[in-house]
């Protein structure tokens, strides 16, 4: 699966690239990365709808872009060009296998990102990293929607699960997915490409993560539910602390409890009770 760069130049910068940001993660963009002009923000090709930025205007400030299809991508040989370990405070060292064991972080995981997204450097990532060792995953059946490079699959397992099931929707997310698995001698987590048309219509998770992005989530939140067992945990995160309450509104009408959320640099996670 292809994915498309928009590079935008905004004038002024700051607060226009933040207002511009938010707009575009309820546009179904994923990523966004910071520069002097303004950032760089990344959108799978079958979401991409270019139509949509042209009807986009502001009075405050004014922006142009450059768009470039970028075809799969060897992530791996970009990462190593620049990448530092990420560490989630003591708890959990996300590192690629040419860098030294951490002595300090309590967990470790080595990630070959290959054609993926999912270094690990998301804050979304860390929110639900850091979220996840809340929860008491011993002997419990998780599920990793929208996997990725299978980082918090793979945490899942080392806190515990008995049982992982990670889906994506990306035939290089499953491929890199079940590589990491291995190299992190958790082979025995199932991974599965599609989207939340393969979960079961009646409860069959402890736990249920969910790092996507505000629309999927959205779209998919009533599977969630119906997938997670009485008293399970939905954790949430690929959106920013300004759509929490509008992501909580949905949630309560579902019948989840709202338990808490925690933000990062704009980015947040929501912890939900079925």
């Given at each position: 699966m292809d994915y498309i760069q928009y590079t935008f130049t905004v004038s002024p910068p700051e607060p226009g690239s933040d207002i511009l940001i938010a707009l575009l993660a309820d546009l179904g963009f994923e990523s966004f990365?910071?520069?002097?002009?303004?950032?760089?923000?990344?959108?799978?090709?079958?979401?991409?709808n270019e139509a949509d930025l042209k009807t986009i205007a502001f009075d405050d400030f004014s922006f142009s872009y450059v768009r470039t299809v970028i075809p799969k991508t060897n992530w791996n040989e970009e990462w190593e060009k620049n990448f530092n370990p990420v560490y989630v405070d003591d708890l959990v060292c996300i590192r690629a296998a040419f860098h030294p064991k951490s002595a300090e972080a309590k967990h470790d995981i080595i990630i070959t990102?290959?054609?993926s997204f999912g270094t690990g450097h998301h804050d979304t990532t860390w929110l639900m990293s850091k979220t996840m060792f809340e929860l008491d995953l011993g002997n419990k059946h998780v599920l990793d929607m929208g996997c990725g490079t299978g980082i918090l699959a793979i945490l899942a397992k080392q806190l515990g699960a008995s049982?992982?099931?990670?889906?994506?929707?990306?035939?290089?997310?499953?491929?890199?997915?079940?590589?990491?698995?291995?190299?992190?001698?958790?082979?025995?987590?199932?991974?599965?490409k599609g989207d939340a048309?393969?979960?079961?219509?009646?409860?069959?998770?402890?736990?249920?993560l969910a790092n996507i992005n505000k629309n999927v989530l959205k779209k998919d939140m009533a599977s969630y539910f119906k997938a997670l067992k009485k008293n399970g945990t939905l954790l949430l995160s690929g959106f920013f602390g300004t759509d929490v309450e509008e992501l909580k509104e949905l949630a309560d009408a579902l019948g989840?409890?709202?338990?808490?959320?925690?933000?990062?640099?704009?980015?947040?996670?929501?912890?939900?009770k079925k």
């Open positions: 990365s910071g520069t002097d002009t303004g950032f760089e923000a990344y959108i799978q090709e079958e979401y991409d990102p290959k054609m049982h992982v099931l990670g889906i994506d929707i990306d035939d290089w997310s499953i491929g890199n997915s079940i590589e990491n698995a291995e190299i992190n001698q958790a082979s025995d987590i199932v991974f599965q048309a393969l979960l079961p219509a009646t409860e069959s998770f402890d736990t249920i989840f409890s709202f338990e808490k959320s925690y933000t990062k640099n704009e980015w947040a996670v929501i912890k939900l």
